[in-house]
């Protein structure tokens, strides 16, 4: 779910309704997460989702957008110890369900992250998500793994790794290295192979069949949800951004898609895609 901003309106908007509308999440354990930097607020938020049922909401502290962090809102809080701190005391003295936090380890510099580290221990974090890249590394330098084996040293509460799994092996390897880290969270390495977490617990790789279908059912509720060709496209374009790694030899037709505009054009590039070759792991340049 993309995250939701508690401001001091205390109003849920349409758009943050349909993101977080319990009934298009049935059957899985979905978790809220909103951007706050004021206790009051976010606790009017959390209660609105723990009445819509959740039992859950995540508290994001690694937004590294400047829209989001010029509010001093997402990662820029992990830069001010004492506002991050009474946020803190506040939520969890009024939570009105388990409050899990995503967090980066610092905003400049790791160095910041053993006293945030002490500051999360002091409190009742449902799951501590640590993605180890800093404010200023956005998501393009290489992900800071070391900065992680601080917290799984020192951090006592149940804690989730995520950063840079994007492969079997990869995955496989984090839990050698840390097998006291019971839960990771993947993000764009399951968008390039949507069969990545089932293959992780020994499961077959996508088929082709599977794959299309899982990109009709997108591409046409897109269209059903946005009534709007070229935001469907565009939205589409973002996708084929990771997928098109599983494919072989699909650089003609990607390019053909990030020109498209329209669905013509769009489709005609993915039906070329999905004659192509399947990759055992997508190719990540
Ligand atoms: C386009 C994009 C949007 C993201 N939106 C969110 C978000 O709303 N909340 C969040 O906690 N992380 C968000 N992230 C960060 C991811 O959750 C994750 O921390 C990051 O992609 C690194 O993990 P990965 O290498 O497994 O993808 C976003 C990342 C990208 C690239």
């Known amino acids: 779910m993309p995250f939701i901003t508690a401001t ?3 109003v849920l908007t349409p758009k943050d309704l349909r993101n977080v509308a319990p009934e298009e999440n049935p059957g899985f354990a979905a978790v809220p997460q909103v951007l706050a930097w004021d206790g009051g607020d976010f606790l009017w938020m959390a209660r609105a989702l723990a009445d819509m049922g959740y039992r859950e909401v ?3 502290l690694g937004c590294p957008s400047g829209t ?5 809102k997402g990662a820029a809080l992990l830069g001010d110890p004492e506002a991050l701190e009474r946020l803190l005391e506040e939520i969890y003295a009024g939570a009105p369900c388990d409050i899990s936090i995503k967090t980066r380890v610092g905003l400049r510099d790791p160095e910041e992250f053993p006293r945030l580290l002490e500051l999360f221990a002091r409190f009742p974090v449902s799951l501590l998500i ?3 890249r800093v404010r200023e590394d956005f998501y393009r330098r290489p992900v800071r793994r070391e900065a992680f084996a601080l917290a799984a040293e020192r951090y006592p509460g149940a804690l989730c790794y995520n950063g840079g799994l994007v492969s079997v092996a990869g995955v496989r390897s984090f839990q050698a290295e840390y097998p006291r880290v019971e839960q990771v969270m993947i993000g764009q390495g399951l968008l390039a192979d949507p ?9 077959p790789a996508a088929k082709r069949e599977t794959l299309r279908a899982y990109h009709d059912e997108l591409y046409h509720t897109y269209l059903e949800v946005f009534r709007n060709e070229r935001g469907t496209v565009y939205h589409m374009k973002e996708m084929w951004s990771y997928l098109g790694r599983l494919f072989e030899g699909a650089d003609k037709p990607l390019k053909q898609i990030r020109k498209a505009a329209a669905r013509g054009p769009y489709e005609a590039a993915v039906e070329r895609i999905f004659q192509l070759p399947l990759r055992e792991e997508p190719l990540w340049t």
């Open 58 to 60: 995540n508290l994001n």
């Open 195 to 203: 069969a990545l977490v089932s293959r992780c617990k020994g499961g």
């Open 68 to 72: 989001v962090t010029a509010k001093g």
């Open 130 to 132: 640590v993605h180890p």
């Open 8 to 10: 001091h309106d205390h």
